[in-house]
């Protein structure tokens, strides 16, 4: 308790006593001198001791709870909040180095690149989609170039209500709206749900990609423990208690970048706490179609009969990343919403694009194509598991995801991982760093490493050159003489 | 200065002192009972006259300047800034009614549509995109539908750079970036350049679809008024005097929806103004190639030797808007932040599509294209005005554009722009009120008539429609029967 007086309060200074209060306390709070769920003294005990008003001290405990450090319970006392607070600063200033990604890495055909999780362009229905392109200009000339209307063209708007089928999602056109890709759903999303200074929850860790446009928004975010068959339920609750997010954003098969899958348990449970709390759920299907097991997936909205989930679906990594096309299902409330966003973002997603995808839809081409690519990333899966297995089996560990296009490694504690991914750089194998994933520090002993842009061979050959480094790593490091004593 | 002693300040209040006395003037402020640019009272007088502390008022006026109502000059005081304070309040509450643009309005093929500044779809080059879809089908194969690198396809930039020399504009293709249309080159600057609560300003009327966007930001918009040669320049170096704005938003030819061009002086001084005072100018060029006037048109980019210029380029009016497809040209030290913006947004535009566009400037397609609109629309142009002036000569006032889609017609003062629009939208008839372009009241007897979408026979009936609308209103106006004693 001795941290409080040592707060020293300027009366005649310009910065209200309330403000000056809560600074040193928000002080305390962001270097660890007060710690998650520590009680805050009682009012009258904090007044006294620093000689103020007790207003003042109500006042600094209010500023407080509106910048989220503390919570209050009623007939308890007020306690700061069990996140830790850098997570739910201004996030404006902390960035993740999504740079890496804009950064000009030289891509040969020698290079092996387990960074990329779009597949390579061999494997793209370009000639599916040249019969289709050709066939919508015949029949729609001119029309095909015209301005959409924002929510999407009426046909492909109908077309994916019979592909949802499909999936075991029941919807109706008018709950659709089209958007440019995944990345342009979660931009639009933002604009729609998210004002400055809003809460968003997240699974720890996820694709940097959302967390830069949730960053780029002014919004909080907040980072909850994702585990293998779904993002830690209490926790989640226990922070549901606390904040009011404007969603949560998840993905249900294969996450990015852990690979992990929901338990049909922890997928229900998620729905009920979302209905408990009154917030949404942002569902990213971006692979569920990749899946290697016999069990069929159940997308989160499939179950979703309180309409609570917000579906995106993207076809960048199983049909072509540069259609630039995608879709959302969204709950009826909040669909004007989304609207305006789409119309402001970019007005319409290409017209001649939207009517090119239903016909590819309507001749059901995708079908095959996605059994297609299933088989053939299928293959490349078990080469994967099987040679990580052959060379990384002292230095890894992880967890089998069954599906998608990524496996999320655990390196053992005496490989740096910023030292791996640039010796490998300088031997043209690229890797992606666990830290890109999170704000936070947690990941930094991680790397997802990809198929999706390399065969069998380059598999094997790159995983190799994995191994070398990482032994090479070992040998030269200082303790490398006394690491079993 | 009476209205001084009438505040009330509560001491026993949460509020701060300094703070309900900042809400008591900003409430005089906004009910215009302190007007713009008057002289607050010293310190020590409202200190004195409140029976309050010096140091209160100096942080009610501090709050105020914070808030960006007032203004401080050193050594003389503090005023009233001199814009209508509703402009500046948080903008987020106050969306002007782009609804309009979103509303189902049903559009036959009667339906005589002044309000689209579309071209119609028969006037698309679909042949000639046609054969370069398949060239580059042939040519790229899978390629055409990968990831593009976030600032756009290479080949692209290169042959913009060629292209922009018709215009008399010389850049590397280092400072262009590819972007899915104007409307998201809008949305990209925005999230580069505007934090929450930042200023900036925009012509006054201006593109809804800008202002949408900035308020969706939550950004400060200050409107200035435009006049027929440019906007106020005095008016615009007073404001930049007080506020700091990111941006200035402008068009120089054919602004939407005055149909109004700059004079090369007002452009001198506007690129002066940007460097005198350290903003950046968005010239937003989405119809400078119609131009049925003598003269050559000056993008402000071509005389921009400071680098204060972001110049935005879109095709939808002049080729195909289900293209989605423009460019930016913008200095240096901002393409970093435009290209994280870019990739935040969407990652990429449609590969395919650039490669498409790519091909089509270099095949100098878009000359002969760019002629054929020109002549079509500088006919559509003369048969506009010859007939606004045959049927609405008694009703209207206007500026000629010599360019353009559209004329901007002050109705006279019997008239209701709501009215009227409604009564014409029962005849099959729309047009766009004044309304939509400015979040001020000012434009409310205007009206955008624009002829991109409209042949020389529906002109006539549509103008003709009009004015017999009009002449139904000014008789059963109650005032009708003495509108001339």
Redesign the interface.
């Given at each position: 308790m001795n941290h409080f007086v040592s707060i020293q309060l300027d009366k005649?200074s310009?910065t209200?006593l309330?403000k000056q209060l809560g600074d040193a306390l928000y002080n305390f709070i962001q270097k660890g001198v007060l710690k998650p769920n520590t009680k805050l003294p009682t009012i009258r005990t904090l007044a006294s001791q620093l000689k103020i008003n007790n207003?003042t001290v109500?006042?600094a405990y209010k500023y407080l709870e509106n910048k989220g450090v503390v919570y209050a319970q009623i007939g308890s006392g007020t306690y700061v909040s069990p996140l830790p607070s850098e997570i739910i600063s201004p996030p404006?200033s902390r960035k993740i180095d999504?740079?890496i990604?804009?950064k000009q890495i030289t891509i040969t055909k020698n290079t092996i690149n387990f960074a990329s999780i779009?597949p390579?362009?061999?494997?793209?229905p370009?000639e599916d989609?040249?019969e289709v392109?050709?066939q919508v200009?015949e029949r729609d000339?001119?029309?095909?170039?015209?301005?959409?209307e924002?929510q999407g063209y009426y046909g492909l708007r109908e077309s994916i209500v019979d592909y949802l089928k499909n999936y075991g999602i029941n919807t109706k056109s008018d709950n659709i709206q089209i958007i440019?890709?995944a990345?342009?759903g979660i931009?639009i999303l933002s604009?729609a749900l998210l004002?400055?200074?809003d809460i968003l929850f997240v699974e720890q860790p996820t694709y940097h990609?959302a967390i830069?446009?949730f960053q780029?928004r002014?919004a909080r975010i907040v980072e909850i423990p994702l585990e293998s068959d779904g993002i830690n339920i209490p926790l989640l609750e226990d922070y549901l208690k606390i904040y009011n997010p404007k969603f949560i954003y998840m993905m249900s098969y294969y996450q990015n970048p852990t690979g992990y899958s929901y338990s049909l348990n922890k997928k229900r449970k998620l729905l009920d706490l979302a209905e408990k709390y009154n917030t949404y759920i942002i569902e990213d299907d971006y692979l569920s179609d990749l899946n290697y097991s016999k069990e069929p997936n159940i997308p989160l909205k499939a179950l979703d009969h309180r309409n609570r989930v917000i579906y995106i679906k993207s076809f960048?990594k199983i049909l072509?990343?540069?259609?630039?096309l995608g879709f959302l299902v969204a709950p009826k409330p909040l669909l004007n919403h989304i609207?305006?966003?789409k119309?402001?973002?970019?007005?319409?997603?290409?017209?001649?694009?939207q009517r090119v995808f239903d016909l590819y839809l309507r001749k059901e081409l995708w079908k095959n194509h996605i059994n297609k690519i299933c088989n053939i990333y299928n293959k490349r899966y078990d080469c994967f598991i099987h040679n990580i297995n052959k060379y990384l089996d002292n230095y890894v560990t992880y967890t089998k995801p069954n599906g998608g296009l990524s496996l999320w490694l655990k390196l053992i504690p005496s490989i740096s991982t910023k030292t791996l991914c640039d010796k490998l750089l300088s031997k043209d194998v690229i890797i992606s760093p666990g830290s890109l994933f999170s704000t936070s520090q947690n990941f930094s002993s991680f790397i997802r490493l990809s198929f999706a842009a390399v065969d069998e061979k380059e598999i094997e050959k790159g995983l190799k050159i994995i191994k070398d480094v990482i032994e090479k790593m070992i040998d030269n490091s200082p303790s490398s003489t006394t690491p079993f004593l």
């Open positions: 005649k310009k209200p309330y207003v109500v006042n404006i999504t740079d990604q804009l779009s390579t362009t061999n494997l793209f370009v989609f040249k392109f050709n200009l000339k001119g029309d095909a170039f015209s301005y959409q924002s440019s890709g990345q342009q931009d604009k004002q400055f200074g990609g830069a446009v780029n002014g960048s072509m990343p540069g259609l630039r609207l305006s966003a119309h402001t973002t970019d007005i319409s997603t290409s017209s001649f694009i």
